[in-house]
């Protein structure tokens, strides 16, 4: 961290200089600036630093003359001997507005602040930064089950239906043919794209082209017929028939 010091005392710069030291040991330290005139120069010649302790009534003026013709963006806390310039400090990025003589408690808590500030900070950037981030979601393209002594892979595109039946979980491709699946429904669930694939109940997971029929059933629920599944009893929930729906308009 770069930290600039514009104060034209003596006994106010060594305390600044101290608790500076105690909360930043790391940091980088410029100055003593005492002047306008100096604090200019140095700003046109070094970037700007990451924090700025500055005295308002300097040897040649008052400080915001400064940041009248230097802009900055850094974080600034003030210090003076007088509450009158309080509003004006407000105006260019003061973090805090500090009396002299300076209290150390007040400075130290000060210094928390900005560095509460800067920590919000690079939270909201990380957060804009994930937000605008395109998330990519990667689901199974194929699973693999054991058929007979033989162990293959079948292809999302050819599976028509996930059920579990006595506590095991069983594939049945489009063609009709069923394959046991060493997983759980709800962990294939998690693994498959939401998209292709809805959870009629505990007992199906389903594509949109294994559905043959849709049936109104009593109390708001629907009755599914599935292609080559002898099950005539598959019901949906009145509380998942919206979702049901809005999955089929997808």
């Known amino acids: 961290m770069r930290i600039l010091i514009i104060e034209d005392e003596k006994p106010a710069f060594n305390l600044l200089l101290k608790k500076i030291k105690e909360h930043f040991p790391d940091a980088e330290i410029f100055g003593n600036l005492d002047s306008i005139k100096a604090a200019i120069e140095w700003f046109q ?17 008052i400080s915001f003359e400064i940041f009248k013709k230097v802009r900055l963006s850094t974080p600034i806390i003030f210090t003076t001997a007088f509450d009158q310039y309080a509003i004006q400090a407000f105006q260019v990025n003061a973090v805090d507005y500090l009396l002299k003589p300076i209290d150390p408690e007040d400075l130290s808590r000060a210094v928390e602040k900005f560095k509460s500030n800067q920590l919000k900070s690079s939270i909201d950037l990380e ?12 689901f199974k393209t194929r ?15 050819e599976i028509a239906f996930f059920f579990s039946e006595e506590r095991v979980t069983f594939i049945q491709t489009k063609e009709g043919k069923k394959y046991v699946l060493d997983s759980t429904l709800e962990q294939v ?8 694939f809805f959870r009629i109940n505990r007992k199906y997971l389903c594509s949109y082209s294994s559905i043959s029929d849709i049936f109104t059933y009593s109390n708001s629920r629907l009755k599914i017929k599935l292609h080559n599944c002898g099950d005539t009893d598959i019901l949906i929930s009145r509380e998942k028939v919206t979702d049901f729906k809005n999955w089929l308009d997808g």
């Open 189 to 196: 669930e998690s693994q498959i794209d939401p998209a292709l």
């Open 45 to 61: 010649k070094f970037p700007s630093p990451d924090l700025i302790f500055c005295d308002i009534q300097l040897a040649d003026g």
């Open 143 to 157: 699973f693999l089950v054991k058929y007979g002594e033989k162990i293959q892979s079948i292809l999302v595109d």
């Open 127 to 138: 957060l804009i930064k994930n937000l605008l981030e395109p998330k990519t979601t990667s």
